[in-house]
Structures are given as structure tokens and as C-alpha cells.
């Protein structure tokens, strides 16, 4: 994780109840975005939807020490799952604590074709793993991918599975970039060797498995320091997991610098997504700028190949005022060349970020939509945005009915307190 420990956390009841009908409404079909629950310290949630079926979940990370998590945990993931497509809730439960685990982080959600949902996260610097076939309300012993490796600590999962399940990917880094593979539905794993030899600092950013197998990841690489430019790549196996190999993509020059409260330097780090659609198209899209400390642009490309060429880079969108665009997340639908992509970006002001989002077509992408459209509600909100976006990441999924379903965090500062804010189409 690049930023603080996290915790996960779930969307109030019924926030969604009557979206369809007389509830308020963002420009492009989203409804106005909801505040996951009042008072909460939420932040870094993600979401996933159920190929087969009308479930979705959704994962927060909830600070609050023990009378939020329990005790032990200062923060903790929380997880709920809706039957009916985001419009109810039901109860939220925290993902698995193992013994003397302090605090939960980085969630990672997917869910394959038989409506059995796969997790990965963090137990302190541990990363976990674990399925659940009761949607979310219990879950199979976890394993603990760091006392496989043998690494002194384990960080930032993220989560790929085949349609089925049976695949199952995580990368992670111990400074050096990582996966672990398993074959056999997450029963068993086995952990690469560094998939990099070049010393720096790795982050996996988004996973996806092309039809044919072939596994991606979008991942950014920096300096130990935090400092100095950073490297956006694509790590892929055609193989299953045997071998696996790295296409650079990108370069970004320092990245814009972080100025609030505990702020990491690297918080506003550029990032590389990537989907593959059902033609096997792959697109990536990473933030850039050409300028040390200067606003990024986001940049896309496509692979026809499964990643081991990719097309010239393309300008998706432009710088803001002071840190630009970043924290890029892609999904697809179910035709060819159906990519969509939620971001969010300080175009309003240093302290007005908004989260949009855009839709992929043959000659560009779309008009902008923001997401983050409430005028109030938090005390780090007005009319023109939020002060500064709530952790590191946030989530995007499509179901199979092609509704879009977004969650992010909003928070005064690095340090927070902010909440999760979710909408849907």
C-alpha cells in the first residue's frame, strides 16, 4: 500500500432504494452519489459484481480502532453484498482477522461465473487470500501468501481470476514485484521469483485474463525514494503463470507532490490500469506528466497481441490544475471494444477534486460524467468538489447487464477523517 493502513467498510442500507424512480440524479443516467455511512472513517473501497447474477459487494476500509472492528484492530475490512443490483444491503461483515492482526487493508474483490466471491487484502503486512460461497457471510481459511513466500512482508494485492475461478492471480510486491498463481481455485499457491531486476519500488495497480488466458497486470515502478520518474508497465504471463514478462509503456517525471497533513510523498504516484475485452482487445491507460511535480494526463493503448505490443499512446485526459489526473480504474462490457473508465482529477482546483466517468468509443472517449456530484452532506465537500481524494485507489465494475457501479473516498486531508461515496447508472 502506498499510503496508510487500511480498513474496509459497506454502503449504508438502502441507499440505492428507488434510484430508478424519483430519486436524484447525476448528468449521463448516474444516480447522485451516497455517502456509504454517516459519522464512518472510510476509505480505499472497491466493488464487484456478480457475472451471473443480480448480487454486487462492496469492501470499505473502516478506521475507528475497536469499537468500529473489534478487538485488536484499529481498522478493519468490512464487506456486504446487495441480491437486487445495489438497490438494498444486507449486513456488513468484517473479512478475516487472523490472530494478533492489528489492522486490514488493500481489499481486492472478484467474483466468478458460479457466484463464488474471491478475496485478497492485507492482515497487517500480510497478504491474504479467501473464498466465500455465501456471499460474504463466511469465508474459507485464509492463506497467508507472505509466510508462503518467505518474504519479510508482503504489500498492495491485486486480484485477477478466469471467468470460472479456477485461475487465480494476485500480484503484490516485497519492494520487488510478485505473483502468486493458483490453478486449483486459490486451494493452493505458487509464488514467482521478482518478475523485475531493476531496484526500485514496485505497485500493481489492476489485473484482468484475456480469453485466451493470458494474464496482465498494470503496474507503476519508482525510485525507493519516492522521488524522481516513474516507470509505467504492463507484467504478463501467456502461460498461466509460468513465466512472466514486462512491457514498459510509459514514463512519467516526479510525480505532482502531496502537501496535507501526514502526507506520503509518493501519494499522488501515477498509475497504470488495464481490461481486456471480449475480443481480447487490451487497453491500458496510465497517468503522465512531462514536467517533475507538474499535473498528469492520463494516456491510453492498445494491444491486439495480449500486451506484447502496444499501439502509440493516446491523450484520454488532460492535466488539472495542480495534481491532474489519476487513480484511473477500467471495466468492459459485454461487446468488443466496450471499455469504460472511472478517474478522478483536481480540474476544478487543488481543493475541488471530482470523480468522472468516461466511455471508450472508435475515435476518442466520451464527454466527461462526474460522479461526485452532491454539494454537501461532508464538511470536505462544496458544490465544486472535495478536498482531497480519500486513499489510493478506488473501485469500478460493470454487471453483466451493463450498469456501471462506483465507489471512492472523499476526505478532508491524507490523514482524513472522509467517508465512501458510491453511485451507480
Not at 16 to 40: K, M, N, V, Y
Not at 135 to 145: C, K, R
Not at 156 to 182: C, E, M, R
Not at 197 to 220: I, K, R
Request: aromatic content about 10%; hydrophobic content about 40%; proline content about 6%.
Amino acid at each position: 500500500m502506498r499510503a496508510r493502513l487500511l480498513l474496509v467498510a459497506v454502503v449504508s442500507a438502502a441507499a440505492f432504494a428507488g434510484a430508478g424512480s424519483g430519486a436524484a440524479r447525476a448528468a449521463g443516467g448516474f444516480a447522485t452519489e451516497q455517502l456509504w455511512q454517516a459519522g464512518a472513517d472510510d476509505w480505499e473501497p472497491t466493488v464487484a459484481t456478480d457475472p451471473s447474477s443480480a448480487y454486487v459487494y462492496q469492501v470499505t476500509t473502516r478506521y475507528g480502532g475497536q469499537k468500529a472492528c473489534g478487538k485488536g484492530l484499529g481498522h478493519c475490512l468490512l464487506v456486504r453484498a446487495s441480491a437486487d443490483r445495489g438497490a438494498t444491503w444486507g449486513t456488513a461483515r468484517r473479512l478475516p482477522a487472523t490472530p494478533n492482526t492489528t489492522a486490514q487493508n488493500d481489499p481486492e474483490v472478484k467474483v466468478a461465473s458460479d457466484g463464488v466471491v474471491y478475496a485478497a487484502w492485507m492482515n497487517d503486512f500480510d497478504v491474504m487470500f479467501a473464498r466465500s460461497v455465501d456471499h460474504g457471510a463466511t469465508w474459507s481459511s485464509p492463506v497467508n501468501l507472505r509466510l508462503q513466500s518467505g518474504l519479510h512482508f508482503t504489500d498492495k494485492p491485486i486480484l485477477a481470476i478466469s471467468p470460472s475461478g479456477t485461475d487465480v492471480y494476485i500480484a503484490f510486491n516485497s519492494s520487488d514485484s510478485y505473483v502468486a498463481t493458483s490453478h486449483d481455485h486459490g486451494n493452493t499457491f505458487a509464488i514467482s521469483s521478482p518478475t523485475n531486476a531493476d531496484g526500485l519500488y514496485w505497485f500493481a495497480e489492476q489485473g484482468a485474463v484475456a480469453p485466451d488466458g493470458t494474464v496482465m497486470f498494470g503496474e507503476s515502478a519508482e525510485e525507493q525514494s519516492g522521488l524522481g520518474p516513474v516507470q509505467l508497465a504492463i507484467v504478463r504471463s501467456p502461460d498461466g503463470g509460468a513465466h512472466w514478462s514486462t512491457t514498459f509503456i510509459g514514463t512519467s517525471q516526479e510525480r505532482p507532490p502531496c502537501t496535507t497533513s501526514t502526507c506520503p510523498v509518493d501519494f499522488y504516484g501515477p498509475q497504470t490500469a488495464v481490461a481486456v475485452d471480449t475480443s481480447g482487445t487490451a487497453l491500458a491507460v496510465y497517468g503522465a506528466n512531462s514536467t517533475p511535480d507538474g499535473p498528469m494526463s492520463l494516456f491510453s493503448r492498445t494491444s491486439t497481441d495480449d500486451g506484447a505490443t502496444w499501439s502509440a499512446p493516446r491523450l484520454v485526459s488532460s492535466a488539472g490544475s495542480a495534481v491532474g489526473a489519476d487513480f484511473q480504474q477500467l471495466a468492459v462490457g459485454r461487446t468488443a471494444g466496450d471499455f469504460r473508465m472511472v478517474f478522478m482529477d483536481d480540474r476544478n482546483g487543488p481543493a475541488a477534486w471530482n470523480t468522472w466517468f468516461v466511455k471508450a468509443s472508435g475515435t476518442g472517449w466520451s464527454a466527461p460524467v462526474r460522479l461526485s456530484n452532491a454539494t454537501a452532506g461532508a464538511p470536505y465537500k462544496s458544490a465544486a468538489g472535495f478536498v482531497q481524494p480519500y486513499g489510493d485507489y478506488l473501485g469500478y465494475a460493470v454487471d453483466r447487464n451493463g450498469t456501471d457501479y462506483a465507489i471512492w473516498g472523499e476526505g478532508s486531508s491524507y490523514a482524513g477523517p472522509g467517508g465512501a461515496w458510491f453511485t451507480r447508472d
